[in-house]
């Protein structure tokens, strides 16, 4: 599979999937924001604004523009209306620009889950909302994250290397208490651990269903990966619960520190 699971399998959704998919699961979305493109977006007027807009979201896109009528907030605007599971916010403020350390004419979306953010330069005449879109999906992980061709450039790029997978059959009846259960152990372990879900019924996925050396009739299953090492562990479950989700992560957790502290405690032997 190569020196990592995650830019292989992407490629492998990348050749085999359709990008147009959306980010996050089904069950999450009702969760998120669900204002209608009319109420999109909106005006930040200062930093407190702007900082509680941020923190009321799992992902978050504000729009800084000298101009609000300007021709890049006119493809930003169009763009909210794409995508109406996030929130927008726009502002022209400049405190709030200089608190964000952002030039005007610059699309930023913050996401909770890695407390990251990523920027787009509006100035660039070949960024509009189509693009400005396709970013935006690309980027907004979740507390969970369904993993499809779109979403696996984020979560490359997510500064967790720790990545927890419930491969699972999104068609069985439990599915819903499952997420439900996992999106809990979710906030348990925020910016620690990225939690991602995989649907087995997609062919798309059977490549990571094997790479874990899993099969069908094995599923629900947990499995860990840490991307520096490739280091992994799985666990089949007969039932998905916050509990079997929590004692396999800390277990996890406690191996990968024990493994941190060896060099440590084998180099101050020697010094002795």
């Not at 997978?165 to 009846?173: A, E, H, Q, R, V």
């Not at 929590?246 to 032997?269: H, I, T, V, W, Y």
């Amino acid at each position: 599979m190569g020196t990592s699971v995650f830019p292989c399998l992407f490629v492998i959704l990348l050749t085999r999937g359709s990008p147009a998919g959306c980010a996050g699961d089904d069950d999450s979305s009702a969760s998120h924001s669900t204002a209608s493109t009319a109420e999109k977006p909106i005006l930040l007027n200062n930093v407190a604004d702007a900082e509680a807009f941020i923190s009321g979201a799992e992902v978050a896109v504000i729009g800084f523009f000298q101009e609000p009528e300007s021709p890049e907030a006119s493809q930003f605007r169009l763009a909210a209306g794409r995508v109406p599971e996030v929130p927008f916010g726009l502002s022209t403020s400049p405190a709030v620009l200089s608190h964000y350390g952002v030039a005007a004419n610059t699309v930023t979306l913050f996401r909770r889950i890695d407390n990251d953010r990523r920027d787009v330069d509006m100035n660039g005449k070949d960024v509009d909302a189509e693009k400005m879109t396709r970013f935006i999906r690309m980027n907004e992980l979740r507390l969970v994250t369904e993993y499809n061709p779109v979403t696996a450039i984020g979560v490359m790029q997510s500064s967790l290397q720790l990545h927890l997978l419930l491969i699972t059959d999104k068609m069985s009846p439990k599915h819903p208490e499952h997420m439900r259960r996992y999106r809990a152990a979710a906030e348990l372990f925020k910016g620690k651990i990225l939690f991602i879900l995989i649907d087995s019924n997609l062919k798309s996925n059977e490549r990571i269903v094997s790479f874990f050396k899993l099969k069908k009739s094995q599923l629900p299953a947990l499995a860990m990966f840490h991307a520096p090492d490739e280091e992994q562990d799985v666990l089949t479950l007969d039932e998905v619960s916050v509990e079997h989700i929590q004692d396999f992560c800390n277990r996890f957790l406690q191996r990968m520190q024990k493994k941190e502290d060896e060099p440590e405690e084998k180099a101050l032997s020697e010094e002795l």
